[in-house]
């Protein structure tokens, strides 16, 4: 039982993860870029929903909606000024950039007068209650988290798959040179799938905030995504999920049964036997290059 | 041809039932040929027919499913198909790449003496610290690199970049790192792709310099017709990742089954004829 | 306007290719060395870090500036030279012997890491670097018996041949002997077989291979040398700052190791130093700057972090060739005065193309 709860509370975690994975997958998959900045963006997501809760007075569902809109503008405006004048140079540029990005939005977050430098709890009216079934305990934050994050995967994976934006911006990441000849709208689509990942993101924050509270620093779960990534394969939406899952479960399981300190390297221990074993993740391609 | 391998002084390099499969689909399917030293030897076909897949083999990049292939550079020969792609390059193999694989940001210098990698014999250590034998070995190698310059005429872009080249001039750039190596056997792939008239006349000639003046074989992969006939010795035509013909380059282009795999059926080519408006035949 | 007329291999071989990088190189040299007399304590102690960081940012360039291993957790190894040199000199050990332990351990270690980060490359190899760079970060903290844990280590004085070497001018000539000493090496290593074999992997894994470089051994190489010589910083720094504590050496110094490199310019050795003289700098610019901003601006935790951001950004946008790109880009326009034409050092417009399959 023990165990059971503690897988619950680990895929709990690995959603988010998995989320924030998500959005880092849908701008490899569109840009082929890396990008360090979605912890930040989820964490100024998360800020976000707690202003337009506390200093506007709106209520969680109206505050949720309003903050993924405003981020996704966010994030258009992000690829838009930054991202778009970079594309095309070395890979390790970009992520440089990110790097940057995320810089500025956490420090400029923490100079916010008094809300920037405190922990702030978000009152979503769901927080608090618990939900049994069969004898586990569940939060009603993590069940959230759950069905969310399924939800939200779902919707995307048959974006990708089954519309011609999907196609689209797979053409537009393997080769932006042909996908502008093919009349592909390729800046438009790339500020889309800038905003949209910018909304994961949010969508993260939002359900997250509850259970960690709001503050400056936990754009550091960020970086938490990158294993979930690697595990899932980083070109695979529902690989970033599962990845997400599987780094949370071992987190969770590491933290109870190994000794102190294992709980935050165990996530990188994956990552390594993952590359050791299969680089390209659980569901990721394989590509080589023909000479 | 008999089953014996026939090792005498003038084979170079020698392909046994070649074959080679993506996944399902067998790119080189059981080919066999040789090359004796000294010759151009040039490999033909349609796109797809498998050809770059064998220069791939052959230096190493992909291991063939199936056959063998062994190279007397150096007297004993050895089989390539155990080695790994730096280690046939010692052996004294250079090649060129379809799609020009330079160092960008490194000049045409830096490029060429890359090239000539497999000569440097001094340490680690030795290297730090800049030794007189060091120093010594970078202006010999710089002088071999000078007198390949010379031969290809890129003395004016010594000192540039490779980035900032166009492309005839990467082509020829790509050759002559592949001389710098001073191979017995050298690769290149599709020599004149992207050349216009002139280049190609140029490339016509350094061929032909190559093997005569340098000593060196090559094993070519080309489509232009009129430098395959110009240059090589013999031909060796593919298609479907199958042999099709090999001979002089007079034999395989009138081998019916060349034309067909070329241009359709032998009888279309008749068909395709203009009538001679003078009336004679 | 210089026009350097060559008539004899070694003008190239050389390291100094004329006379005007002679004549400026030796009054940097003069300069430095007559640093302790012209410069107040504090700045002394400051140029001492900046050595010490190019030192450390040589290494870093060195496997990713012109090798292309993208390390995204190097501050490990600067903790290894670090905490080895301290547990070495507590233990009673020379200087000597423990700086040279420390650079053994961190290569042995750059080695070790080198294994994994062979089969991968690209954002694949950032992971893994990350990854392990993580896991050394949580194994200093753990290893109390050894490095003190999060209670932090002390590092005694060092001396050596007699003198104690806690005053800061003996420690200022040590540093300053050892980065002249790297250099020279680096530079010697760049224009060697060994340094071109590096870029060509940097540029071209499969066309090095068709050349004849075994891409293991090099990279491997790269590895340890890059570790050497990050942990030779690492090294020095204990001895700077005298008490070490695991967070020293996490992902935020990785990071800053990466602004480093960055902002001072990839693939270049200037590079290392300029990126060095601005990692140390940038604090005392933003204090400075403090004094001249509103007080709700000057005192708010996040500025020196947005500054930080904000500058990397716009050194990726505007000048990608860092801080080093700009100055050839000065350089050439007062030398070129008035012929200076506006597109010379323009960035060819570049189009995405998959880099899996590069």
């Known amino acids: 039982m023990e165990l059971l709860q503690l897988l619950v509370s680990g895929i709990a975690q690995g959603c988010v993860y998995g989320l924030i994975a998500l959005g880092f997958v849908l701008i490899y998959k569109a840009t082929e870029t890396v990008t360090f900045a979605q912890g930040d963006l989820m964490m100024l997501g998360a800020f976000g929903g707690f202003i337009a809760m506390s200093a506007m007075g709106l209520p969680f569902w109206a505050a949720a909606i309003a903050t993924v809109f405003v981020m996704t503008l966010i994030g258009i405006g992000l690829e838009r000024v930054v991202i778009r004048p970079i594309l095309g140079q070395p890979a390790f540029s970009i992520i440089m950039l990110t790097i940057g990005v995320a810089y500025v939005v956490r420090g400029a977050i923490t100079m916010i007068p008094v809300i920037g430098t405190e922990t702030h709890p978000l009152d979503a009216p769901y927080a608090g209650k618990v939900i049994e079934i069969a004898g586990l305990v569940l939060a009603a934050e993590q069940v959230v988290v759950i069905l969310v994050t399924a939800a939200l995967s779902g919707a995307l994976t048959l974006l990708f798959r089954y519309s011609k934006l999907g196609i689209a911006m797979q053409a537009s990441a393997q080769n932006q040179l042909a996908a502008y000849y093919m009349g592909i709208p390729v800046r438009r689509i790339n500020g889309l799938i800038w905003g949209l990942a910018a909304a994961v993101a949010t969508v993260a924050g939002l359900l997250i905030a509850p259970i960690t509270f709001v503050h400056a620093n936990m754009g550091f779960i960020g970086l938490k995504a990158f294993p979930a990534a690697v595990v899932g394969g980083f070109t695979s939406l529902p690989g970033a999920i599962v990845g997400g899952l599987i780094i949370g479960v071992t987190e969770s399981i590491a933290g109870f049964y190994l000794e102190e300190g294992f709980k935050d390297i165990a996530p990188y221990v994956v990552v390594l036997l993952m590359l050791a074993v299969r680089p390209n993740g659980l569901f990721g391609e394989r590509m080589r290059k023909k000479v | 041809m008999s089953g014996r391998a026939d090792i005498d002084d003038t084979l170079l390099l020698q392909a046994r039932n070649l074959s080679l499969s993506f996944g399902g689909v067998l790119a080189v399917n059981d080919v066999s040929f040789d090359v004796r030293r000294g010759e151009v030897f040039t490999l033909i076909g349609p796109n797809g027919a498998g050809k770059t897949t064998v220069f791939n083999i052959i230096s190493g990049i992909y291991p063939p499913s199936k056959g063998t292939l062994r190279y007397y550079g150096s007297g004993q020969g050895v089989s390539l198909t155990d080695l790994a792609p730096h280690d046939i390059a010692a052996t004294g193999i250079a090649r060129t790449f379809q799609n020009i694989e330079l160092f960008e940001h490194a000049s045409v210098l830096q490029n060429l003496l890359i090239g000539r990698h497999r000569h440097q014999k001094s340490g680690f250590w030795q290297q730090v610290f800049f030794t007189k034998t060091v120093r010594e070995a970078e202006i010999t190698a710089r002088r071999h690199v000078e007198s390949v310059i010379e031969l290809l005429d890129l003395q004016h872009y010594r000192d540039t970049m490779v980035a900032g080249l166009p492309y005839g001039i990467r082509k020829v750039v790509e050759l002559a790192r592949a001389l710098c190596a001073e191979p017995s056997l050298l690769l290149l792939d599709e020599p004149s792709s992207g050349l216009n008239v002139e280049e190609t006349e140029d490339m016509a000639f350094w061929i032909t310099d190559i093997k005569e003046e340098l000593g060196v074989t090559v094993l070519m992969v080309e489509h232009d017709m009129s430098l395959v006939s110009r240059v090589s010795d013999r031909v060796f035509a593919m298609s479907q990742g199958q042999e099709l013909a090999s001979g002089t380059p007079r034999e395989v282009q009138t081998n019916p089954a060349v034309i067909e795999a070329y241009l359709g059926t032998a009888d279309d080519v008749t068909s395709l004829r203009r009538p001679n408006p003078l009336g004679a035949a | ?358």
């Open chain 3, 1 to 358: 306007m210089r026009f350097v007329f060559k008539t004899d291999y070694t003008q190239d071989i050389n390291l100094a290719k004329h006379s005007g990088h002679v004549f400026w190189y030796g009054l940097l040299l003069v300069t430095l060395a007559i640093g302790p007399w012209i410069m107040d304590d504090y700045w002394l102690a400051q140029l001492t870090l900046v050595l010490i960081y190019s030192i450390v940012g040589l290494g870093l360039m060195l496997l990713a500036g012109f090798t292309g291993q993208f390390s995204l957790g190097h501050a490990a190894f600067l903790g290894v030279g670090a905490y080895t040199q301290a547990v070495a000199i507590n233990a009673g050990l020379p200087l000597i012997v423990a700086l040279v332990g420390a650079m053994a351990l961190s290569a042995v270690i750059g080695v070790i890491v080198a294994i994994p980060a062979l089969r991968v490359r690209g954002v694949f190899l950032g992971m893994a670097t990350l990854a392990l760079g993580i896991i050394l970060e949580e194994a200093f903290a753990r290893w109390e018996s050894v490095t003190g844990g999060n209670a932090g280590l002390f590092v005694q004085s060092p001396t050596l041949l007699g003198i104690e070497l806690s005053d800061s001018t003996p420690y200022y000539f040590l540093c300053l002997v050892l980065t002249i000493a790297v250099t020279l090496g680096v530079a010697n290593l760049l224009r060697s077989p060994t340094g071109r074999a590096f870029v060509a992997i940097r540029d071209s894994e499969i066309s090095a291979q068709s050349m004849g470089i075994p891409l293991a051994r090099y990279k491997t190489l790269a590895f340890a040398i890059s570790a050497a010589l990050t942990g030779l910083g690492g090294a020095l720094y204990a001895h700077k700052i005298q008490f070490l504590t695991p967070e020293q050496f996490g992902i935020i110094q990785s990071i800053d190791l990466l602004l480093l490199i960055v902002i001072g310019g990839l693939g270049s050795i200037h590079g290392a130093f300029l990126g060095a003289i601005f990692l140390i700098t940038m604090p005392q610019i933003i204090s400075s700057a403090k004094d001249y901003l509103p007080s709700s601006v000057a005192d708010a935790p996040g500025l020196s972090a947005l500054v930080y951001g904000a500058v990397l950004v716009l050194f990726v946008l505007f000048e990608p060739l860092g801080l080093y790109g700009r100055w050839l880009k000065v350089r050439a326009y007062i030398q070129l005065f008035p012929l200076y034409r506006r597109g010379m050092f323009e960035r060819q417009k570049s189009f995405q193309k998959s880099e899996r399959l590069k």
